[in-house]
């Protein structure tokens, strides 16, 4: 089932922030719970899990004209969402499968999926990415390095490599 979502637009990253997660009152100092699911808009966490996929699903692989989705790269029960607790974010984790297990570019498909969430939800989650357990050569490297901040911040200012998750990543017309 597709889900109905909106792609943000220039206007929308500067005109109005991002809901925030769970806060602290500056008053009291006590946790103030961040907004439900039904207040960021979905119905459920599967409806979550569903946005999510159908943002997933179009990305294309880097060498060949195929999505992540034609080729079973990226799947809806590799989406796993974690309802938040207290002064906490939701927590999604996306686990993917590369096509062979010596893949050259694993790497830069799980930079593809986290940029392509990031840009497309208009509300904070933790996000974790994976490979799937068993199906890489250098699985723990490769998790580590797409799950490293400071590694995605500065493979997105080398300008070739942004440039080829910008293709990867742009929706077709």
């Known amino acids: 089932m ?40 979905y119905r459920n966490i599967n409806d979550l899990r569903e946005t999510i996929y159908d943002f997933l699903r179009t990305i294309r692989d880097p060498e060949k004209p195929n999505t992540l989705e034609d080729l079973k790269v990226v799947y809806e029960d590799g989406i796993f969402i974690t309802e938040p607790g207290p002064g906490q974010a939701f927590v999604v984790r996306i686990e993917f499968n590369p096509t062979v297990p010596h893949c050259s570019l694993a790497t830069l498909i799980g930079l593809c999926i986290r940029i392509k969430v990031q840009r497309s939800l208009n509300h904070h989650v933790k996000l974790d990415i994976y490979i799937k357990k068993g199906a890489h050569a250098t699985e723990d490297e490769i998790n580590k390095q797409i799950n490293d901040k400071e590694r995605i911040a500065a493979a997105m200012e080398n300008p070739n490599l942004k440039q080829l998750v910008e293709n990867c990543i742009k929706e077709e017309e």
């Open 2 to 41: 597709l889900s109905f979502f909106r792609k943000k637009t220039s206007e929308d990253l500067t005109t109005k922030p991002p809901l925030s997660v769970n806060q602290r009152n500056t008053n009291t100092g006590e946790v103030v719970p961040g907004p439900t699911l039904q207040q960021l808009g």
